[in-house]
């Protein structure tokens, strides 16, 4: 079946715009997690939801950043007058329940002049 | 704060040779330690993962070694070969805590023909 995908790819905005980021889980998997990944660097935890609700959001960086899945399925991250030091790739994970397997997407390359 | 910490940051090893990768963490209450790998462009792919009550595990080419007194686990890839060519990252979670990967920050390999 078809993996996890996120839209856009590709993402340059300016300082201070605002932007949406969006994940398509694989189907029927309940736990959704977000990462960001620094070049060179591991991916690091920002948010994951078990069904619609924020289970843990302890590793957003400031309140520019939110996320929502209110549907249980799809789940878009926020981020508000961006700034350079949010470049990075954001990646999104999910599994068919919050222990299993995380299965990764291709990720979305934000990029902010 | 690092609280998986990984090396080398890059390795090069020649075809059929065996690659070694070093992780230790701090957290005592790390359950789960997964090892990922992240072709350019890609996110990144579940390879082997062990539990703590085990101190080593095989799959394939693949071993997970692992000493809990030490705080350390290891990735050892034998035979390697020029597909395998890409970023591995460790992580560890706390099973109680949904799942939430805390990542080492990577090991770029690259086997030469």
């Known amino acids: 079946g078809a993996g996890v995908s996120q839209t856009p790819s590709n993402k340059v905005t300016e300082k201070g715009k605002y932007v949406e980021l969006r994940c398509d889980p694989i189907?029927?998997?309940?736990?959704l997690y977000w990462y960001r990944q620094s070049l060179g660097q591991g991916p690091e935890f920002l948010i994951y939801?078990?069904?619609?609700?924020?289970?843990?959001d302890s590793g957003l960086p400031n309140d520019r950043f939110f996320a929502v899945r209110p549907e249980g399925s799809v789940s878009t991250l926020k981020i508000q007058r961006t700034e350079r030091g949010d470049s990075a790739m954001y990646l999104c994970?999910?599994?068919?329940?919050?222990?299993?397997?995380?299965?990764f997407g291709p990720g979305t390359r934000l990029t902010v002049l | 704060q690092q609280q998986v910490k990984q090396s080398p940051q890059s390795l090069i090893v020649q075809k059929g040779g065996i690659s070694i990768i070093n992780c230790a963490y701090e957290?005592?209450?790390?359950?789960?330690f997964p090892w990922y790998q992240q072709f350019p462009g890609k996110g990144p792919a579940l390879l082997i993962a062990?539990?703590?009550?085990?101190s080593e595990k095989k799959e394939g080419r693949f071993t997970i070694s692992f000493n809990k007194s030490a705080k350390q686990f290891s990735l050892h890839i034998m035979d390697s070969q020029p597909g395998d060519s890409a970023t591995y990252f460790c992580?560890?979670?706390?099973?109680?805590?949904?799942?939430?990967?805390?990542f080492g920050q990577g090991t770029e390999l690259s086997v030469k023909p």
């Open positions: 189907s029927g998997h309940t736990a």
């Open positions: 992580a560890a979670t706390r099973y109680n805590q949904g799942g939430k990967l805390i």
């Open positions: 062990i539990r703590p009550d085990v």
């Open positions: 957290n005592t209450a790390f359950d789960y």
């Open positions: 994970a999910s599994s068919l329940f919050n222990r299993d397997t995380q299965y």
């Open positions: 939801f078990q069904g619609t609700g924020a289970a843990d």
